[in-house]
């Protein structure tokens, strides 16, 4: 059975709010999802992805980054900290090990987990990631909008988590 509860938040050592969601089956294999810019916890709701998380026993733990929905903004936050507060969250729910996947935008927060905490994870994807938005030419040919995309991502991401999520 898939839950979805998307208006959670926790409140982090440093005292901010950390907002999350989550979907999936509440006692699969955890993953946590990284959104794309802009967005926010929320995105897993373009397709029907919560249910296909649950028919592959995945917990998705959808979380809001700093100053975006249901998260406080952390002044002077670098790439880095994020790590920090993804275990942090982790470890509220007693998750010792965890895949990450980041969507786009998401994906240099997920390089970041990789980075900082490789040991906590047992795998890293990265759909579509966005490097630095401020590189020659990165921003040339973008379209924010486009009418396919719920259900491009629903074939990007599944059955990525599959395969390269270990989550089958």
């Keep these: 059975m898939a839950i979805d ?10 005292g901010r709010a950390l907002g999350y969601a989550e979907y999936g089956d509440p006692q699969g294999k955890p993953v946590f999802y990284f959104h794309g810019f802009p967005s926010s916890r929320l995105d897993w709701l373009l397709s029907d ?7 592959l026993n995945t917990r998705i733990i959808a979380v809001d980054r700093p100053g975006m929905g249901l998260s406080d903004p952390k002044p002077d936050r670098e790439m880095l900290d994020w ?7 982790a470890d509220a729910f007693k998750i010792n090990r965890f895949a990450v996947l980041g969507m786009s935008g998401g ?9 900082k905490i490789p040991e906590r994870l047992t ?14 030419g990165a921003k ?3 379209s ?4 396919g995309k719920p ?3 629903r074939w990007l991401i599944f059955p990525c988590p599959i395969t390269i999520l270990g989550i089958s």
């Excluded at 509860?5 to 440093?14: A, K, P, Y």
């Excluded at 992805?49 to 028919?55: G, M, T």
């Design 151 to 153: 259900q491009f991502i």
């Design 5 to 14: 509860r998307t208006e959670l938040q926790i409140t982090l050592s440093d």
């Design 49 to 55: 992805s919560n249910n296909v998380a649950a028919e």
């Design 140 to 142: 040339d040919g973008l």
């Design 83 to 89: 790590p920090d507060d993804v275990a942090e969250l």
């Design 107 to 115: 994906g240099p927060y997920a390089a970041a987990c990789a980075y």
């Design 123 to 136: 795998a890293t994807g990265i759909v579509s990631g966005m490097g630095p938005a401020d590189a020659p």
């Design 144 to 147: 924010w909008t486009w009418p």
